[in-house]
């Protein structure tokens, strides 16, 4: 039971990040590997925003709201917008160097080497075998939850939701037949900022915040890729899998091989089907 | 001979020169000769640098060749200099084996990482590839994290290498050292130069430039795909196994994906494409902290608290990656063509020739 939680929990804290890097593949087919630096840099915000004023959530929370807010778009209209058209690994080579930045600041900015947050440690529930959930486990699953379902709500529903999904379909198209490309992608960045925050707060919540940490962002880029790269559905599936065989991993084998684990089912996953579970195959750029 | 200016090759012969301007000529006997000169003149830390720049070129001029020629992008570099590293500590610990040996075991262990690195770019090509370059990199972490701790019972030291020597040449000591790596990066730069003017070079600037219509024009992809990541990663196994005897020390935190990324940084503001570009480039990231180091001396000291320092010098690798790829996609290389053309065609203000961009 204990062992079902604790996989769950980081299905959670990986799903979110694989959802954002897939929001973005499929918005301008790229690969985000800042991913887990702005899921940690969000945290620290969260937490710092938190701490500075006197533990108010709603400050904390639109402290990390404005972050991503700003974030998102900052990096979508100075940097993404311009390298349209370019060569793909530009693209790929700015948010590397993104992550880059967002590291250095963690050290000039908070300086602390780690962030330990010490919230709702206290067990919430006692599951029937003597396990126990934190508050922060419990609330890293309905959060969760409840982000996927707004954002199937999202594209499901509005307008803007079918904007975005003409224009990751076609942006060519999708403008000319009106729709603000602009704005959708930006759009797609503030989410994908919003969903990498929150899965910093959680594995900040139960973890520890640090520049090390921020290697969550390839775990998630691992479930993006198992699950498919274009495919939401399939980011979760991907992250239970990654949090299963890496919790297997820790358990079982040797802690030292659960760094290199997420590569290792990414090396299996690109030989046998590398579209991913649920990719579309003609989205695999092949030889 | 009359000649249609510097820019329009008219022959094979003119297309194949490689320093077509006369003045490029003395330019460069020029700086060879300063270099030659230099440790007679500076200080020993001055010297360190420099041979910490020419480790650095002898790398990136491997990235370059892959992704600046091949159009290749691999994150796995740190990898291939790792396999360089471990085996020059193995072969050095447990078997004793000289420089002359070392060096070419290294080579070939290089040869093969680069052969099974490469063989997922017959299937992918873009951003896969890259993420599949980025697997192989922790595999080889892996493997050199496993043999450390098992050699050293103790992950966090390194392993020391003893100071090599040729024959009865010991290579001990900075200035000693500068005169070989010198040596040394001289004889890879000519290689790579000739590299690009045969047939490979032209096969990996045909598939960088569009990979079907090579394949078209008879280049088997396959091969000269595996044949450059192999070049680049004898290059950097090389450029690893000449660091750890250098430094006397392997260590596995040493070969993170940090450093793989300096290597791409190396060649972005360097640019693409160029060998110069490698040159430039490896000079300008490894000597960048330094620099930031020389600015904050002079800042207040309010300005120094904690890790400040180290903290901007990581910072500005990124930086810079951005800076360069947003507003000079061609790096220091095209800089310096720039003012080229400016001083040749002086004192008319033609623009100088595009070249295309993709």
């Known amino acids: 039971m204990e062992s079902a939680a604790t996989v769950l929990i980081s299905t959670c804290t990986y799903a979110l990040l694989a959802a954002g890097i897939v929001i973005l593949y499929k918005a301008g087919r790229v690969v985000n590997f800042a991913h887990g630096e702005l899921a940690i840099v969000g945290g620290f915000v969260f937490y710092s925003t938190g701490l500075m004023s006197d533990n108010s959530l709603v400050l904390a929370i639109l402290g990390a709201a404005v972050f991503s807010i700003v974030m998102g778009s900052i990096i979508y209209v100075t940097m993404m917008r311009r390298v349209v058209g370019e060569p793909f690994y530009v693209a790929i080579l700015i948010t590397i160097g993104i992550a880059i930045v967002l590291k250095s600041a963690i050290i000039v900015i908070w300086r602390a080497p780690r962030l330990t947050i010490d919230v709702g440690v206290t067990p919430a529930i006692r599951l029937p075998d003597g396990a126990t959930l934190s508050y922060m486990d419990l609330a890293s699953v309905l959060l969760t939850a409840a982000f996927f379902i707004c954002l199937f709500l999202f594209f499901r529903f509005t307008r803007l939701g079918i904007q975005f999904r003409g224009t990751a379909e076609n942006p060519l198209l999708a403008s000319q037949r009106g729709v603000n490309v602009n704005f959708v992608l930006s759009?797609?960045?503030?989410?994908?900022?919003?969903?990498?925050?929150?899965?910093?707060?959680?594995?900040?919540?139960?973890?520890?915040?640090?520049?090390?940490?921020?290697?969550?962002?390839?775990?998630?880029?691992?479930?993006?890729?198992?699950?498919?790269?274009?495919?939401?559905?399939?980011?979760?599936?991907?992250?239970?899998?990654?949090?299963?065989?890496?919790?297997?991993?820790?358990?079982?084998?040797?802690?030292?091989?659960?760094?290199?684990?997420?590569?290792?089912?990414?090396?299996?996953?690109?030989?046998?089907?590398?579209?991913?579970?649920?990719?579309?195959?003609?989205?695999?750029?092949?030889? | 001979m009359a000649r249609a200016g510097y820019n329009l090759r008219t022959s094979y012969l003119e297309s194949n020169e490689v320093l077509r301007r006369p003045y490029q000529k003395v330019l460069v006997l020029f700086v060879l000769f300063t270099a030659l000169l230099l440790p007679a003149v500076s200080s020993n830390f001055f010297v360190h640098l420099l041979n910490l720049c020419f480790?650095?070129?002898?790398?990136?001029?491997?990235?370059?060749?892959l992704t600046g020629y091949c159009g290749q992008i691999s994150l796995g570099h740190a990898g291939f200099l790792a396999i360089g590293a471990y085996t020059t500590a193995i072969l050095t610990i447990h078997l004793k084996a000289p420089f002359i040996v070392v060096l070419p075991a290294a080579a070939i262990c290089g040869v093969i990482a680069g052969f099974i690195v490469g063989l997922p770019s017959l299937r992918f090509r873009g951003v896969y590839l890259a993420i599949s370059t980025l697997a192989m990199h922790y595999a080889i972490v892996f493997l050199a994290t496993t043999y450390q701790s098992n050699f050293t019972r103790s992950a966090s030291a390194g392993i020391t290498i003893p100071d090599p020597s040729i024959g009865p040449f010991l290579l001990k000591g900075d200035i000693t050292w500068y005169y070989f790596l010198l040596a040394f990066l001289t004889l890879v730069t000519i290689v790579c130069v000739n590299l690009m003017r045969t047939r490979p070079g032209r096969a990996w600037m045909a598939i960088r430039d569009r990979d079907i219509a090579a394949e078209a024009l008879g280049i088997n992809l396959a091969r000269y795909k595996l044949l450059a990541f192999v070049m680049s990663s004898t290059l950097a196994s090389i450029s690893g196994s000449l660091m750890a005897y250098y430094s006397n020390v392997v260590t596995v935190e040493a070969f993170t994906l940090d450093l793989a990324i300096v290597y791409i940084a190396m060649i972005i503001v360097g640019g693409m494409g160029s060998i110069l570009g490698a040159l430039m480039g490896a000079a300008f990231i490894t000597l960048l902290p330094y620099g930031i180091d020389t600015v904050f001396e002079f800042l207040p000291r309010s300005w120094r608290f904690g890790s400040s320092v180290f903290g901007v010098q990581v910072g500005a690798v990124g930086l810079f990656i951005i800076l360069f790829l947003l507003f000079e996609p061609r790096g220091l290389a095209e800089i310096w063509r720039r003012i080229e053309t400016y001083f040749e065609r002086w004192p008319f203000r033609y623009r100088p020739l595009e070249t295309v961009r993709r």
């Open chain 1, 187 to 287: 759009l797609a960045w503030v989410i994908a900022t919003l969903a990498a925050t929150l899965s910093g707060v959680l594995y900040g919540g139960r973890a520890f915040l640090s520049t090390e940490s921020a290697s969550i962002g390839l775990a998630g880029l691992t479930a993006a890729l198992v699950g498919g790269l274009d495919s939401l559905r399939g980011a979760v599936v991907g992250a239970f899998i990654v949090a299963l065989a890496q919790y297997l991993t820790v358990r079982l084998i040797d802690p030292v091989l659960s760094e290199a684990l997420p590569f290792l089912i990414l090396l299996l996953v690109m030989s046998i089907r590398p579209w991913g579970l649920f990719g579309t195959v003609e989205e695999l750029d092949r030889v």
């Open chain 2, 55 to 65: 480790l650095a070129a002898i790398g990136a001029l491997g990235l370059m060749i």
